[in-house]
């Protein structure tokens, strides 16, 4: 493991904020909070029974029903109960890529969440691998979910965390003769109302995430 280490989700915040925003990002990566309250659980494992089950919606409305009879013990717990309700409702109202329907698959654990970039350890840790087969051949795609009512992703953040899942599918699963879909490795952004491939032409972009990569050592060393 390398000296630099970055959660997906705060990659993409990385790449769109402020000096000081970049500064606040960095100093969490080196002191995380361990009591620090992990968000929309329900919601995100939800989701991934709703795969798991190749687009049963039944996961999904059972979430919401548990999440309405639940008495939270506090205000945060009433702010989690209320949104992740929502996220769920809003999932239902999303197009996920018509491919799904095309590749038989299963949905896998991952032996890595990390990819390294440039000397950057990304942890990736998408909710949803899958791994299936597609016109005769083996193929990977993975689903990043993010839940955020106040910060939704925009189109760039997004681009790059189906970029990265690309690559952490290629670099780390996929082995000779599999392929990673560009098509299935999707940022999933239920507030922002988005579904966001990894390009077909991914050199591009790819370009942009070692710059940001850089930039990231750079605070880092700083710090």
């Not at 507030?191 to 605070?219: H, L, Q, T």
Request: proline letters at 4%; aromatic letters at 8%; glycine letters at 4%.
């Amino acid at each position: 493991m390398s000296n630099y280490l970055i959660s997906l989700n705060q990659f993409a915040d990385f790449s769109r904020a402020t000096e000081n925003g970049k500064k606040r990002i960095v100093a969490q990566q080196l002191r995380p909070d361990k009591l620090k309250i992990t968000w929309y659980q329900t919601p995100k494992a939800r989701v991934k029974k709703y795969f798991e089950l190749h687009g049963d919606i039944n996961p999904i409305k059972d979430g919401i029903n548990a999440l309405m009879k639940k008495v939270p013990r506090n205000k945060k717990g009433e702010n989690d109960r209320r949104t992740s309700i929502e996220a769920l409702e809003r999932f239902v109202e999303m197009n996920l890529p018509s491919i799904l329907k095309e590749v038989n698959y299963t949905v896998i654990k991952p032996k890595s969440k990390i990819v390294a970039i440039s000397e950057v350890d990304v942890k990736v840790a998408p909710e949803i691998i899958i791994k299936g087969t597609f016109e005769g051949k083996t193929v990977f795609g993975a689903v990043k979910i993010h839940i955020s009512k106040n910060k939704p992703f925009d189109l760039k953040r997004s681009q790059f965390v189906a970029s990265i899942i690309y690559k952490y599918l290629k670099d780390t699963m996929a082995k000779d003769n599999e392929i990673v879909l560009p098509e299935l490795c999707f940022c999933l952004d239920i507030f922002g109302g988005r579904i966001v491939s990894a390009p077909d032409n991914i050199d591009a972009i790819n370009v942009e995430i070692v710059n940001i990569c850089n930039d990231i050592k750079r605070v880092f060393n700083a710090a």
